[in-house]
Each structure stands twice: as structure tokens, then as C-alpha cells.
Antibody, heavy 121, light 107 residues
Framework: EVQLVESGGGLVQPGGSLRLSCAAS????????MDWVRQAPGKGLEWVGR??????????EYAASVKGRFTISRDDSKNSLYLQMNSLKTEDTAVYYC????????????WGQGTLVTVSS | DIQMTQSPSSLSASVGDRVTITCRAS??????LNWYQQKPGKAPKLLIY???SLQSGVPSRFSGSGSGTDFTLTISSLQPEDFATYHC?????????FGGGTKVEIK
């Protein structure tokens, strides 16, 4: 069974840092592009960024709202995806989902359950 | 950035109704349009990819159509488990963008 399990969320003060993890199982993690998507309370979905796979040089792209503050990385040996979040702002408060890109890399066919990040003093 | 505009933002319908949700892109995205269903407190679930391809395991009452800038998600006969929020997403250009969502409620 394909599973994505996020962890690392919690309460952090503005300006602080947090590292989210996404543990993958049930599929060949190294084959897939992976993304992070967030959803602020009561709001819609916002794409955060993505990493490609090894054949595509682990290239990363980010939304403008997080570029320069957030970093996506992966460890294929551990079947894990990461989101390092620095200089956090109150507007970064959201549930953060990791998502797997499906065949062809143009849709998200598997999602984790999400982890809540709250940025507040 | 490509803006995705969904309409309506919410609707009330009865079991058995035919429901149509539209999504308009601010520029042509070919067929790089996906639809997701999300229930409260849960992660989104892929329903339709590439505008009209039904994801494996998704009931055939869901269908998608369109290309270019105008897209439609149709539920042919609404079932109790279909009451949820539906999101469209374009994957033609980075940054990937989502529509604002359509909440389907029980009438």
C-alpha cells in the first residue's frame, strides 16, 4: 500500500524555523517527483514547491511566497522528503501536505495526511 | 502566474442531481488540468487528470472535459459520499496553481 506520512509540524514563533518530513512507503520513492502543498485554515490549496528525481538532477522549484525561505530536499536512501522552513511568518500557518507526482509528472496521485504548522507568538 | 477561477464557490444539491463545476484558466493550459476531491480534515484525492482521464478507482459518475482555458467537472448522479470540496489545478506552468474550490453541500 502506498503511504506518505508527514511529521514535524507544531507551534513556532514568527522568525523561527521548522523542518517537516514525509516518509514514503509502498512504492519506489526514488522514481518520483515530489511536491509540498499547503492549506491555510479555511482556505484553498497552495502549491509550495517540488523536487524532481535523480535522473532530473533533483531540481527544485518554489512558489514566490516561500522562495528563499523554504528548502525542499530528499533522501532516497531513507525514502524521505523534507521541507526546511526558515524565517517563518504568521501567514505560513497551514496544514502542509506532501504529494507524489503520478506517471508523466503532471498530477498528484498520492497525498499524505498533512501536518499542521502554526506560526504565532 | 496562471490564475484558476472556479465557479460556483459553493452549491447545494440533492442526491441524484447532476452537478457541474467549471474552472477557467487565465491563459491556455492545453489539457494540463486536474480535479481533486477533499473532505473535511482529509487530504485531497485525485479524481480526474489531464482534463478528462478518470483516475483508477474513481466512480464513473465523475467526468471531466475541456481544453485550453475552460474546463468542467461533472458528477452525473450525486451520491451521499460526494458531498465535499472540489479543487481544480493547472500543471502546465510553474508555479502550479489551484482554483479556489467549490463546496458541494446537501440541499
Amino acid at each position: 500500500e502506498v503511504q506518505l506520512v508527514e511529521s514535524g509540524g507544531g507551534l513556532v514563533q514568527p522568525g523561527g524555523s521548522l523542518r517537516l518530513s514525509c516518509a514514503a512507503s509502498g512504492f519506489t520513492f526514488s522514481d518520483h517527483y515530489m511536491d509540498w502543498v499547503r492549506q491555510a485554515p479555511g482556505k484553498g490549496l497552495e502549491w509550495v514547491g517540488r523536487t524532481t528525481n535523480k535522473p532530473n538532477s533533483y531540481t527544485t522549484e518554489y512558489a514566490a511566497s516561500v522562495k528563499g525561505r523554504f528548502t525542499i530536499s530528499r533522501d532516497d536512501s531513507k525514502n524521505s522528503l523534507y521541507l526546511q522552513m526558515n524565517s517563518l511568518k504568521t501567514e505560513d500557518t497551514a496544514v502542509y501536505y506532501c504529494a507524489r507526482r503520478g506517471s508523466g509528472n503532471y498530477f498528484f496521485d498520492q497525498w499524505g495526511q498533512g501536518t499542521l504548522v502554526t506560526v504565532s507568538s | 502566474d496562471i490564475q484558476m477561477t472556479q465557479s460556483p464557490s459553493s452549491l447545494s444539491a440533492s442526491v441524484g442531481d447532476r452537478v457541474t463545476i467549471t474552472c477557467r484558466a487565465s491563459q491556455s493550459i492545453s489539457s494540463y488540468l486536474n480535479w481533486y476531491q477533499q473532505k473535511p480534515g482529509k487530504a485531497p484525492k485525485l479524481l480526474i487528470y489531464a482534463a478528462s482521464s478518470l483516475q483508477s478507482g474513481v466512480p464513473s459518475r465523475f467526468s471531466g472535459s475541456g481544453s485550453g482555458t475552460d474546463f468542467t467537472l461533472t458528477i452525473s448522479s450525486l451520491q451521499p459520499e460526494d458531498f465535499a470540496t472540489y479543487h481544480c489545478q493547472q500543471t502546465d506552468r510553474i508555479p502550479l496553481t489551484f482554483g479556489g474550490g467549490t463546496k458541494v453541500e446537501i440541499k
